[in-house]
Antibody
Framework: EVQLVESGGGLVQPGRSLRLSCNAS????????MRWFRQAPGKGLEWVAF??????????EYAASVQGRFTISRDDSKSIAYLDMNSLKTEDTAVYFC??????????????WGQGTLVTVSS | DIQLTQSPSSLSAFVGDRVTITCRAS??????LNWYQHKPGKAPRLLIY???TLESGVPSRFSGSGSETEFTLTISGLQAEDFATYYC????????FGGGTKVDVK
């Protein structure tokens, strides 16, 4: 089955770290760029981080709100994308979604999503 | 950042109704506009990409139109399984989403 499954969420204190994992199955993971998004309670969807596939050097980009604190990476041999979150703040509390990005004749879309994992930052 | 404004933010409808949701961009995004359906606790689902192309496996009652700054998602003949929140998203620059439109039963 083609799917993405996130894990690693939970309750963490401000200033601490957490690693999220996104396990992919049913498709050639290494051929796709991956993104993380988040949705804070009662808020909209916000892009967090992006990693290209290895053909494009697995280069990364980040939203300004997480730049310098979060790191996205990938292990193509295990079909897993990671999001390492450091120096967590209460405003990082959200459901975090992993997505696959598809390029169809130059049009980018997020054609596969996980169900999300909840991260709660609180003392 | 490119801002996307959806309207309405919520609507109530009967099964069988025709439903129209609008998404306006703060600047032109050409046809780099996608629509998603999201149900609580589930993974969001891509419905429409490139403004008007139906994603494989999505029922034909869903359609998208528009270009530049104004876009529309139409559900022709709302079904029970269509009650959900719908989001537009632009891929012209780093991705941003509209605020969502919650469709519930009247």
């Amino acid at each position: 089955e083609v799917q993405l499954v996130e894990s690693g969420g939970g309750l963490v204190q401000p200033g601490r770290s957490l690693r999220l994992s996104c396990n992919a199955s049913g498709f050639p993971f290494g051929d796709y760029a991956m993104r993380w998004f988040r949705q804070a309670p009662g808020k909209g969807l916000e892009w967090v981080a992006f990693i290209r596939d290895k053909l494009y050097g697995a280069t990364t980009e980040y939203a300004a709100s997480v730049q310098g604190r979060f790191t996205i990476s990938r292990d193509d041999s295990k079909s897993i994308a990671y999001l390492d979150m450091n120096s967590l703040k209460t405003e990082d509390t959200a459901v975090y979604f992993c997505t696959r990005e598809r390029n169809t004749f130059g049009y980018l879309s997020l054609d596969l999503w996980g169900q999300g994992t909840l991260v709660t930052v609180s003392s | 950042d490119i801002q996307l404004t959806q309207s309405p933010s919520s609507l109530s409808a009967f099964v069988g109704d025709r439903v129209t949701i609008t998404c306006r961009a703060s600047q032109s995004v050409a046809s780099y506009l996608n629509w998603y359906q999201h149900k609580p606790g589930k993974a969001p689902r891509l419905l429409i990409y490139a403004a008007s192309t139906l994603e494989s496996g999505v029922p034909s009652r869903f359609s998208g139109s528009g270009s530049e700054t104004e876009f529309t998602l139409t559900i022709s003949g709302l079904q029970a399984e269509d009650f959900a929140t719908y989001y537009c998203q632009q891929s012209y620059s780093f991705p941003t989403f509209g605020g969502g439109t919650k469709v519930d039963v009247k």
